[in-house]
C-alpha cells in the first residue's frame, strides 16, 4: 500500500466503524462521502472583534451594566420561524428568518488573543510552527476556482491578512483585494502618472528579475507567481472593472444596502454575477462605538449602531439575492473570532468567551431552521447539538459541493482539508 492511500485508509478507519458512509472498493478512493449542498458562491462577511451572541443571534434575559447583572443588553424579538427570537436591532433579519440559521453552539478553545483566534475561525485550525494553513477562502478558490472566466475566484473587501491567505495552497490560491467600494481592487488599476513607456520599463526589469529567481530558484518558485501577475493584467481590462460601478444599481436599492459596510455587500452580489466563487466582506472597518464589535468598556453604549447596519446590509443582501434567483446558490456566513459573555466587565462592557458563540449562515439551498442548538441562560456553555470550528467548516464546504474529507497536500504530506470535521447533514438535506 502506497504512503497516500495508507493516510487515507487511516484516517476514516476511526469513524466509519459508527457512521453510515460510502465507501470506496478500492484503497485509493477511501474516502468518505457525505450529502452535498446546492451552493455554487460564498459571501463570507466577517465581524472583527468578537460578535456578541447574547446581544444579536442568541438573545438572553435582559441585563444591567451599571448594576453588573449578566444578561442581553437589548430586548428580544419574534422572528418569522416560530420560537426562534433575535436581538430588537435584527428587525430586518427577523423577517427573513426562514432563510437564515443562527449556528448559536460554536465553539473553541481560544479566548485571549484576537489574531490566533481569527485565524482559527479563517482556516478552522489553530496556529501551527511547521504547517502554515489555508483560509477557508483559499480552499474554495483551490478547490472550485472561478465560476466565469477572467474573474479571480477569491476576493477580499477589507484589509488584506496572513490568516485569509492561501498557506501551503500558493498564490493562485490567494486573494485579490480592494479597501473601499469607490477605488477598486487594489494593484490593479495603473496610477495616472504611470505612462506607457515607463510601465513598459516596469515589467521589462520584473521579467528580468523572474527569469534570474527561476534560475536560481527552479521554475517551479515563480509559476505561480507568473499565473497570478498574467491573471492580474487581465482583471485591470475594462470588462471586469464594470463591476465597480455600483451606481448602476438603482438608487432605491443602493439606499436599502446602507453606507460603506452595505455597499461592499452590494457589490459582493455583483461580483457573484460575474462569477467570483468567494467573497469576504469585512465589517470592521468602521469604529463608529469607538471599538467595533470588539465591546469592552465603552464600546458596548453604541453597539447597536454595528447591528443596525449588519441587519440593513444582511436582509436586503437575501432579498436581493432572492430577487436574482441567486440565493439557492449563494451561502452567506456571518463569522467572528469569538464570542463575548453574558457578564459585564468593569467599564460596561464585555470580555471574550469561546465555550459558545454564534454563526450565521444563511441561502445556500440549506434546510434553514432560523436556530441551530442551544445554550444556557448565560449563553455560556452549550446545551445541545455543539457545533465544533472543524463541523461548520465541513457543513461550509460540503454546501459547496467539496468533499469535507478531502485531503490537500502540503508538498507530499497530506493534510485533511477540515480538522476531521463532519457536515451537519439536517442543513444539507
Not at 485579490?176 to 494593484?187: E, I, Q, S, V, W
Not at 502618472?193 to 530558484?217: N, P
Not at 469592552?296 to 432572492?322: C, F
Not at 444556557?376 to 465541513?394: M, N, Q, R, T
Request: aromatic share 6%.
Amino acid at each position: 500500500m502506497k504512503r497516500r492511500q495508507f493516510f487515507q485508509v487511516a484516517g476514516i478507519g476511526g469513524i466509519a466503524a459508527g457512521t453510515n458512509l460510502t465507501l470506496g472498493e478500492e484503497a485509493g478512493s477511501h474516502i468518505a462521502h457525505f450529502p452535498k449542498g446546492k451552493a455554487e458562491h460564498c459571501i463570507h462577511i466577517w465581524l472583527g472583534g468578537g460578535a456578541a451572541q447574547v446581544d444579536t443571534w442568541d438573545p438572553k434575559a435582559l441585563g444591567d451594566a451599571k448594576g453588573k447583572k449578566a444578561g442581553s443588553y437589548y430586548p428580544s424579538i419574534d422572528t418569522v420561524v416560530p420560537g426562534v427570537q433575535v436581538c430588537e436591532h435584527l428587525s430586518g433579519c427577523a423577517k427573513v428568518m426562514d432563510r437564515i440559521t443562527a449556528m448559536r453552539t460554536v465553539n473553541h478553545d481560544v479566548i485571549d488573543e484576537h489574531a490566533a483566534a481569527s485565524n482559527r475561525m479563517h482556516t478552522g485550525r489553530n496556529v501551527s510552527g511547521t504547517t502554515v494553513y489555508p483560509s477557508l477562502g483559499s480552499i474554495v478558490a483551490h478547490e472550485r476556482g472561478a465560476a466565469d472566466e477572467g474573474v479571480p475566484a477569491y476576493v477580499v473587501i477589507g484589509y488584506p491578512n496572513f490568516s485569509r491567505g492561501p498557506g501551503f495552497l500558493g498564490a493562485k490560491a490567494g486573494f485579490l483585494y480592494l479597501l473601499d467600494t469607490d477605488a477598486g481592487p487594489a494593484g490593479l488599476k495603473r496610477p495616472e502618472h504611470v505612462i506607457d513607456s515607463r510601465q513598459a520599463r516596469r515589467e521589462a526589469l520584473l521579467a528580468t528579475m523572474r527569469k534570474s529567481a527561476g534560475e536560481v530558484r527552479g521554475k517551479d518558485s515563480v509559476a505561480g507567481y507568473d499565473e497570478v501577475m498574467a491573471e492580474s493584467l487581465r482583471l485591470a481590462g475594462p470588462k471586469f472593472m464594470e463591476v465597480f460601478d455600483l451606481k448602476s444599481e438603482k438608487g432605491d436599492l443602493r439606499n436599502s444596502y446602507g453606507g460603506e459596510f452595505g455597499q461592499r455587500c452590494l457589490l459582493a452580489r455583483r461580483l457573484i454575477q460575474r462569477g467570483v466563487r468567494f467573497i469576504e466582506v469585512s465589517h470592521n472597518m468602521n469604529f463608529v462605538n469607538g471599538t467595533g464589535w470588539d465591546t469592552h468598556n465603552q464600546g458596548q453604549l453604541n453597539q447597536h449602531i454595528l447591528i443596525q447596519e449588519l441587519d440593513k446590509a444582511m436582509s436586503t443582501l437575501i432579498t436581493d439575492l432572492e430577487a436574482h434567483g441567486m440565493l439557492d446558490k449563494t451561502l452567506i456566513v456571518v463569522n467572528t473570532e469569538f464570542g463575548r459573555p453574558s457578564a459585564f466587565d468593569g467599564g460596561g462592557g464585555r470580555g471574550h468567551q469561546g465555550t459558545a458563540f454564534s454563526v450565521v449562515l444563511a441561502g445556500g439551498g440549506l434546510q434553514h431552521q432560523g436556530a441551530w442548538g442551544t445554550t444556557d441562560e448565560l449563553s455560556k456553555e452549550v446545551v445541545d447539538k455543539p457545533c465544533s470550528v472543524p463541523d461548520l467548516f465541513a457543513t461550509v464546504l460540503a454546501d459547496l459541493g467539496i468533499e469535507p474529507r478531502k485531503e490537500l497536500f502540503d508538498g507530499d504530506r497530506p493534510v485533511p482539508i477540515t480538522d476531521q470535521g463532519t457536515p451537519i447533514a439536517e442543513l444539507l438535506g
